[in-house]
């Protein structure tokens, strides 16, 4: 997708989206990095945006699927439950690795305490393949006190880029009261 703000107006929303991600991550409990089987090196334009849309969509269904497993129907019935899911698409820019394939990098939080890390890792993992471009190469760690701020800047560092469209906004989702918390 092109970049229509003019350099300032992209500053000020990269700086307002870290101060606004970084309140969030410090309720974040996992890093996570899904692998997609499609390929970014020498893409043009108009095929990448139609690989972003893609991978949109497919964690569309894989965030649902993850609520599902995180939570049951609690999701749907509490907004308490609803877990933290940020994610970014990157790889969009890639000019210069021939095996690089779109990957997204994720922090999740609001996870019931009985979830452990294996269950979490075993559960993506079908999740991920399940959908049209997963693939098994998933990565999932836990994130300790102070680690959650750095794995975002992380997750962002496109932005500083010039893919300052990294975050998939469409797939985040944060309960009300982690909301209420960071605007107050």
């Known amino acids: 997708m092109r970049n229509l703000l003019h350099k300032s107006d992209e500053l000020a929303y990269i700086k307002a ?3 606004y991600l ?6 974040c409990d996992y890093a996570i990095t899904l692998q997609t089987c499609l390929p970014t090196y020498a893409v043009s334009e108009a095929t990448m945006d139609k690989r972003i849309e893609l991978t949109r969509r497919s964690l569309f269904d894989f965030r649902l699927r993850f609520n599902r497993l995180m939570t049951g129907n609690g999701w749907r019935r509490n907004n308490n439950y609803l877990p933290i899911f940020l994610a970014a698409i ?3 820019q890639n000019i210069y690795d021939k095996n690089r394939t779109l990957h997204i990098h994720i922090a999740v939080g609001n996870l019931h305490p009985a979830a452990t890390q294996e269950l ?3 559960g993506i993992r079908q999740l991920w393949m399940a959908t049209e471009i997963g693939t098994e190469d998933i990565m999932v760690d836990r994130l300790t006190k102070d680690t959650e701020v750095r794995w975002i800047k992380y997750i962002s560092k496109e932005s500083g880029a010039g893919n300052w469209q990294c975050i998939d906004y469409v797939n985040t989702q944060v309960p009300q009261k982690i909301l209420e918390k960071i605007n107050n």
Request: glycine share 6%.
């Open 17 to 19: 989206q870290t101060d």
């Open 22 to 27: 970084e309140k969030l991550a410090v309720h």
């Open 90 to 92: 990157e790889g969009t």
């Open 120 to 122: 979490i890792t075993d």
